[in-house]
């Protein structure tokens, strides 16, 4: 049994339809502890109300003593939510696996000010290590939120390994990614095939 955190992102009020939404479903029907919460003004994010609830439900489910590994699951803000606590080391427990979906470029984040990452800065970086055993990056081709490539936005500067699964988009519901068998086998094994739906 796993603690699991699903961090969605901009504008996303967890239809039933979205993927992170039957991972929820999916993980707490296989007996895992789900934090799945709604963050705050989805369609106009503060940073510091984000902040503020990921770093909440860090701590209560870190508190869960003996409930097996801690994961954190992110897609686009929400996977740049957790990087940037993770960076200002902010998080009140380090996790054991992280998975960051489509994590949205910084030069696209003027919608959400103040979500952008000190990617440049070697303390940042070293923070976000720290914060984390395993951390896994996972992008697409054709990201519309990641014009230059989740490789050079992210991967190269954050010195993390990454997985491209061709033609996924931005891995929303309207990109194909309702159901998405790997993502919920990913929660028990991290050699789970990712680009099982």
Known sequence: MARLIIGHGYSNLRPAEH???RLAVAARNNGHQVFYPQF????????EEWQDLL????????ALDGHGELIFVGHSLGSVNWLLAAGNGALPATFDR?????????????????????????EFVAAVHASARS?????SDKDPWSPRGIEQTY????????????GAKHFSKDDGFGPW???IDW????EADLQLR
């Open 155 to 166: 991967a190269l500067p954050l010195g993390l390994p990454v997985k491209i699964i061709e």
């Open 187 to 190: 929660i028990d094994s991290p």
């Open 19 to 21: 993927w992170q939404h």
């Open 181 to 183: 068998q790997g993502v």
């Open 98 to 122: 992280v998975l960051l979906v489509a994590p949205a470029a910084p030069e696209l984040l003027s919608i959400a000010p103040g979500f952008e990452p000190a990617l440049g800065s070697a």
């Open 135 to 139: 951390i896994s990056l996972l992008g």
């Open 40 to 47: 705050p003004s989805p369609q106009a994010p503060r940073v």
């Open 55 to 62: 770093i909440s439900e860090t701590h209560m489910a870190a």
